[in-house]
Nanobody, 124 residues
Framework: VQLQASGGGWVQPGGSLRLSCAAS????????MGWFRQAPGKEREFVAA??????NYADSVGGRFFMSRDNGKDTVYLQMNSLKPEDTAVYYC????????????????????WGQGTQVTVSS
């Protein structure tokens, strides 16, 4: 499956952005989909994931970020609210047809397909 992420940009602290990740080539209906991010000089880190068992979030974004999916459009979204400067990073969407469990959904190596990344900058 090919993934295309979009929606990044610049926003002031406290603002909101919505990222989209559109798939082509395969339906996402049975896919586990995830969002990861990578800040300059840091390792890629888990943000959120949507799987048949539910949606999981990193502690750092819980209550502020919300992931959803529209299987009819083969698109997943990441609504980001109350953004902080530390949320600045390149955000990547990822997917896998393999069923992931709670202990593996946060690991980037478990995902087979990756989008190209979209930059999110939070600053005043």
């Amino acid at each position: 499956v090919q993934l295309q992420a979009s929606g990044g940009g610049w926003v002031q602290p406290g603002g909101s952005l919505r990222l989209s990740c559109a798939a082509s080539g395969r339906t996402l209906r049975s896919y586990t989909m995830g969002w990861f991010r990578q800040a300059p000089g840091k390792e890629r880190e888990f943000v959120a994931a949507s799987r048949p068992g539910g949606t999981n979030y990193a502690d750092s974004v819980g209550g502020r970020f919300f992931m959803s999916r529209d299987n009819g459009k083969d698109t997943v979204y990441l609504q980001m609210n109350s953004l902080k400067p530390e949320d600045t990073a390149v955000y990547y969407c990822a997917g896998t047809a393999r069923g992931l469990i709670l202990s593996t959904v946060r690991k980037s190596v478990e995902y087979d397909s990756w989008g190209q990344g979209t930059q999110v900058t939070v600053s005043s």
